[in-house]
């Protein structure tokens, strides 16, 4: 078999599935949830109600919205058990492992895991959701050699992990901002790991199941793990001067540059326009201005280099810039993709409840791609070939 004729595809451009749930259109840059620009739910609405609109396929009243956040809060607090596993666990495991070992293990506290109704379904996926943040923020505080902090009943999502994290409640400013990345991190269609959580949920294993697989997928750096890498690259240059010709030695050493690139977007990614100038603010409070004015430089070069040397444009993705909000707002560099979880598991178990629960046609079906054999043949490939068209 001539494998030099074979392209990896990556299913990239493969319309696999149908979905409800939200369209990224890589050529005008536009991402939608359920119907609304991303860019206008970012300004209008909290975390909670992109989580409702995402479960539920509309927004929340105001009654509604006020229960719903209530039934968040209500569900944050971890099984003594996660908290005992989390304690003899050693203190340098990596959060995302910690975090997807914690969520196999909250599946063992459900009494009906494998229930094949929707509305227990969406019960665990509203836990998921809640205990997300509970775990990467426990997580936090335990290898630290900190006790845990429970989430406060008058706080929302966003500023609940980040007073659970340090113990210290946030500003209105720092919250807000959380929680808009919080909403422009929560869906983004068939990407790697909402596609894990997809594959595993056809396969019908429980949504536990599906969501710990997606979290693995998460933590690489092709996916969530670019922003983490994002600010060691920032940290490794370490001052506006120094950021010089790095893209350029980085392209001729025939590496990626994390926070750049994306398999769907051809123009800008919409979230990281509206994440730039909150970088650039969340600095100014921070009273250190430096990562945002790197991450600009950056930009600036990126664009002239990959022009020059490749004849192609290149734009920042989601993870560019909320590698230096983050940074800005305190949060350790390794939690960062745990917190793109925090945030991206309601899309996934959005997405578990399409797979499982769709009601309208096409229904979906078992993943079951094909692939293209190019290894060896241990006896002649024609006999091989003529004993499979006799079967
Ligand atoms: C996200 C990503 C995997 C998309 O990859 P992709 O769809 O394969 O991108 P393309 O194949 O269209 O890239 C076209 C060219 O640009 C290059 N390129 C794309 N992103 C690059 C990056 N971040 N650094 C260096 N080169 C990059 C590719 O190597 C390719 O060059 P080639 O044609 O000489 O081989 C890729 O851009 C990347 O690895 N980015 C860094 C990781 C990251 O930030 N991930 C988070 C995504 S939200």
């Not at 936090?140 to 706080?155: F, G, M, Y």
């Not at 056809?202 to 994002?230: C, D, F, K, M, P």
């Not at 201005?289 to 004849?311: G, H, I, R």
Request: net charge negative; glycine share 6%.
């Amino acid at each position: 078999m001539d494998s030099a004729n074979i392209k990896n595809t990556g299913l990239r451009g493969i319309t696999i599935a149908t979905t409800k749930i939200s369209d990224v259109n890589g050529a005008l840059g536009k991402l939608i949830y359920r119907g609304y620009l991303v860019k206008d739910l970012a300004e209008n609405t909290t975390f909670e109600e992109v989580i409702y609109l995402l479960l539920y396929e509309r927004l929340p009243g105001i009654d509604e919205l006020e229960e719903f956040t209530k039934k968040i809060n209500s569900e944050s607090d971890l099984h003594d058990g996660i908290i005992q596993a989390m304690k003899i666990m050693p203190k340098d495991s990596l959060p995302m492992d910690v975090l997807q070992a914690c969520i196999s293990l909250l599946s063992n506290y459900e009494e009906d895991v494998t229930s094949k109704s929707r509305d227990i379904v969406t019960e665990m996926a509203i836990r998921l959701i809640s205990k997300t943040s509970s775990i990467v923020a426990t997580w936090q505080r335990i290898r630290n050699d900190e006790e845990p902090i429970k989430a406060d009943p008058k706080l929302n999502h966003a500023s609940n992990f980040l007073y659970m994290v340090s113990g210290k409640y946030p500003s209105k400013e720092v919250s807000h901002f959380f929680d808009t990345c919080l909403v422009l991190h929560a869906e983004h269609s068939f990407n790697a790991s909402t596609f894990s959580a997809r594959e595993v949920a056809s396969t019908r294993a429980h949504i536990y199941s599906a969501v710990s697989a997606a979290v693995g997928s998460l933590s690489g750096e092709l996916h969530g793990g670019a922003n983490q890498r994002v600010m060691e690259m920032l940290q490794k240059i370490d001052s506006v001067e120094n950021v010089d010709n790095y893209i350029e030695n980085e392209l001729a050493k025939g590496r990626k540059v994390m926070g750049l690139g994306h398999a769907v977007y051809q123009v800008d990614d919409p979230r990281a326009l509206i994440l730039a100038p909150m970088s650039k603010r969340m600095g100014e409070l921070a009273g250190e201005t430096k990562w945002y004015e790197m991450s600009q430089l950056l930009e600036k070069n990126a664009k002239e280099v990959f022009k020059k040397k490749k004849n192609m444009d290149i734009y920042v993705n989601v993870d560019f810039y909320s590698a230096s909000l983050y940074h800005s707002m305190g949060i350790p560099v390794d939690l960062f993709t745990p917190i793109f979880a925090v945030s991206r598991v309601s899309g996934w178990v959005a997405h578990v409840l399409e797979e499982q629960f769709a009601e309208a046609a096409p229904k979906p079906v078992l993943y079951r791609p094909e692939s293209e054999y190019i290894g060896d043949y241990c006896g002649p490939a024609e006999c091989f070939l003529e004993d499979l068209e006799e079967r």
